[in-house]
């Protein structure tokens, strides 16, 4: 193109260039302005001659200078934004098509076409602000933020969501479907919600890990468009910790009304049986009647059931007594040789206490390897054998086990052991246990339960030891 044909363009271009927004400029190879179109005076503050003859480099701000200089000089046609310095003193983005001309293959300078883009670059900075902001509140954000498909693959996944899945790294999740995390049973409930849109609110279902974790989680689908493709956004809430609170609260609810409960009904039991027990003593003095001693035996028998249902209430006032864990165990076994021999059952002791003695109240622990030794006989209906041993452990602790042969416990049904009432026997009251731990737990002991089923079950009580020693009481 010559510098004629130019000029007779540059014309056209002024007269509709005068009104525009538009800034055009001609610079020799030096940058320095030869023509200035009148724009420059609204956009730049500068009257067209005040630039003429000045170079375009030196209103350029110093960080774009040496980028802008590189591009004028390499003789093609390009685009570049840069800031440029206005009479006022402030800085404006341009964005500038540089066409460069030559004359006889000799570069002679270059003509500019620019416009002012500093609000649309204000505006992608705010925008680039906005999306890290968005990100990071997103990515932190407490709950699961994830988006999946109409067919729930997972596009997207916060952080938040790799604790949940047990997953390091997204790629471990993205791209695989929501059915690969979740328990098999709340299958049908997401399907349903991926064919309904979601519109049914919030659900709950289980998430499983390949770590083997259960975590209880509430699922709320936002129908949402994703580069153009029907989606859903998805937020998942996990609800484990709260539903393992409710689950204790609830348990303890319940066994807090069955103190109640029993103690009260312990309380209405105990008038008319001493009663009943007094008057039987009675006759039994004036008749000596057989029939009367086994009468009162029973009623023996009963006022002991009775207060052992007075233990399920608030803390009985204590008689606390140095315990050999040892004997008792022995005497324990001792009550139950005779029914063991009916059951075909042999129980062996295993003792290696030493001198070890606790400190609690003997009956009430009678009472626990009463109940641990009567589940034990009847876990084993076709017979077997039952070891009692103990032993004190390196923490100082009295451990005693009593392990059996018999069928074993289901191991989804061990966390309901020990609250009232859950039997699985026909004629079971489902309080043993029950009493067994809060007896322990009144003891400053613990209880866990080892079964296998068709192996047999070891239910292991630990209780601390008391050292006579080492009891202020004792110094004398
Ligand atoms: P009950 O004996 O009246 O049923 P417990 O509280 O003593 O009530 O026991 C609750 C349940 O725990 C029993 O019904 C039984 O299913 C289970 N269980 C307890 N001990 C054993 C054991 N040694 N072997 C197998 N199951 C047991
Ligand atoms: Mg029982």
């Known amino acids: 193109m010559n510098k004629g044909n130019l000029l007779q363009e540059l014309e056209i271009y002024r007269s509709f260039i005068q009104y525009s927004d538009i800034l055009f400029s001609f610079h020799s190879i030096n940058g320095d302005f030869s023509y200035v179109s009148p724009t420059s005076d609204p956009l730049l503050g500068y009257k067209p001659e005040e630039l003429l003859d000045t ?55 270059f003509s500019t076409i620019s416009r002012n883009v500093t609000n649309q670059i204000a505006t992608e900075a705010q925008l680039e602000e906005n999306k890290e902001m968005y990100r990071l509140l997103v990515e932190n954000f407490q709950d699961t933020v994830g988006i999946i498909t109409k067919s729930g693959h997972w596009i997207y996944i916060n952080d938040t969501a790799k ?51 259960k975590k209880y989680v509430q699922v709320k689908l936002i129908p949402t468009i994703y580069k153009e493709r029907e989606t859903f956004q998805i937020l998942i809430r996990d609800l484990t910790e709260q539903k393992k609170a409710e689950e204790i609260m609830h348990r303890t609810e319940k066994l807090s009304v069955v103190g109640q409960l029993a103690a009260g009904i312990a309380h209405e039991i105990r008038n008319p ?36 249902l007075l233990i399920l209430a608030k803390p009985q006032p204590s008689k606390l007594e140095e315990v050999d864990i040892g004997i008792l165990l022995e005497d324990t076994v001792d009550l139950f040789r005779s029914e063991a021999i009916l059951h075909n059952v042999e129980i062996k002791l295993d003792i290696d ?27 084993m209906p076709n017979g077997g054998g039952i070891t009692v041993s103990a032993i004190r452990t390196s923490n100082g ?28 026997k026909e004629k079971g009251t489902g309080l043993g246990l029950m009493i067994c731990n809060r007896i322990i737990k009144n003891h400053g002991g613990t209880i866990s339960i080892e079964s296998k089923i068709n ?5 292991s009580v630990i209780l601390p030891a008391f050292s006579p020693s080492k009891t202020p009481a004792n110094i004398k």
């Not at 027990?277 to 029973?298: A, I």
């Open 273 to 308: 049986l001493t009663a009943i027990k007094g008057f039987t003593q009675l006759l039994k003095k004036e008749d000596h009647n057989d029939y009367l001693e086994v009468m009162l035996n029973e009623l023996e028998r009963i006022e002991d059931i009775v207060s052992d």
């Open 455 to 459: 192996e047999g079950t070891t239910i």
């Open 55 to 109: 170079s375009l480099f030196d209103y350029s701000h110093p960080s774009d200078r040496k980028k802008l200089k590189d591009i004028c000089s390499s003789q093609s046609y390009e685009r570049v934004k840069y800031r440029f310095c206005r009479k006022e003193g402030d800085y404006i983005w341009l964005e500038t098509t540089l066409i460069p001309y030559c004359e006889s293959n000799e570069p002679k300078g």
């Open 397 to 424: 602790e009295i451990m005693t086990k009593v392990k059996d042969e018999g069928m074993g416990i289901p191991e989804e049904r061990i966390p309901n052991l020990g609250e009232p009432f859950y039997s699985t």
């Open 163 to 213: 604790k949940l899945f047990g997953v390091t790294r997204k790629e471990e999740v993205v791209g695989k479907s929501i059915f690969d995390f979740i328990f098999p049973a709340s299958h049908g409930e997401v399907r349903r919600q991926l064919m309904q849109n979601g519109i049914n609110g919030t659900f709950e279902l289980t998430v499983s890990r390949h770590d083997g974790l």
């Open 353 to 379: 206490l030493g001198d070890s003695l606790i400190k609690g109240e003997s009956n009430k622990l009678k009472q626990v390897f009463i109940n641990l030794l009567k589940n034990a006989i009847e876990a």
